[in-house]
């Protein structure tokens, strides 16, 4: 597509399920990234795909997230026993081959807003 | 800590106005990028920088990066009411070969009518 689309826009939960937000990149975009922003907290950092290496998985905050992204293309981000502090947006973004100090720019999706109750 | 700092938190001016917003940091950067986001939407890339001592000009928006690729520096000319967002600085990560990038925590400007 010609942008990088994420879904459910929005999603309301009950504490202690599981979620499953996906994100569909642009196409001919290797590296995908997952972040997520809080109010006032700025972007953190979760996840990062690229190619077929393995992926940076160093921001996940908990073994309750996991990502996968299959066929080099979409992506889903899992949270499992959702918890109140998980609400936030989360964010995934795609850009070409990065590599130390790319000047690639980041093209983000619209964000899911998760709400865990 | 905040690998990059923003400042002010938050910024609200009249349209017309020229306002400076800043992004510091203690680490030396590459390069660095400039975000913009809208409520509900997701950041949309504004510029990059690369040089030090560069500017960048994007109509009324000039963008600075500092000689030392520690700081930069955004100054928006004759504020609209459509310049309103979250301005956000980022930088890669030095450590990191894939291109994983810091955000600031941002900007917010409110520019009324």
């Known amino acids: 597509g010609a942008g990088v689309s994420q879904s459910p826009s929005n999603k309301v939960t009950e504490k202690g399920k599981d979620v499953e937000l996906r994100c569909d990149p642009i196409s001919g975009h290797t590296a995908l990234y997952w972040y997520r922003q809080s109010l006032g907290q700025g972007l953190e950092f979760l996840i990062y795909?690229?190619?077929?290496?393995?992926?940076?998985k160093s921001g996940l905050p908990s073994d309750r997230f996991s990502a996968e992204r299959t066929g080099g293309s979409v992506s889903t981000l899992t949270i499992q026993r959702t918890q109140q502090e998980d609400s936030a947006v989360y964010l995934c973004?795609?850009?070409?081959?990065?590599?130390?100090?790319?000047?690639?720019?980041?093209?983000f999706g619209s964000g899911t807003r998760l709400t865990v109750v | 800590t905040q690998l990059l700092e923003q400042s002010p938190q938050f910024l609200s001016i009249q349209e017309g106005e020229n306002l400076t917003v800043y992004c510091n940091s203690s680490?030396?950067?590459?390069?660095l990028q400039w975000y913009r986001q809208e409520p509900g939407e997701g950041p949309v890339l504004l510029v990059t920088?690369?040089?030090?001592?560069e500017v960048k000009k994007l109509k009324r928006l000039t963008f600075q990066f500092g000689d030392a690729r520690k700081d930069s520096s955004l100054h928006i000319t004759a504020a609209q009411p459509g310049d309103t967002g979250l301005y956000l600085c980022?930088?890669?990560?030095?450590?990191?070969?894939?291109?994983?990038?810091?955000f600031g925590r941002g900007t917010q400007l409110t520019v009324w009518p």
């Open positions: 920088v690369v040089t030090g001592g």
């Open positions: 973004a795609s850009s070409l081959v990065g590599g130390t100090g790319s000047n690639y720019g980041y093209t």
């Open positions: 980022a930088g890669p990560d030095r450590g990191s070969t894939l291109g994983r990038l810091y």
């Open positions: 795909f690229q190619g077929n290496s393995a992926p940076d």
């Open positions: 680490s030396v950067f590459s390069s």
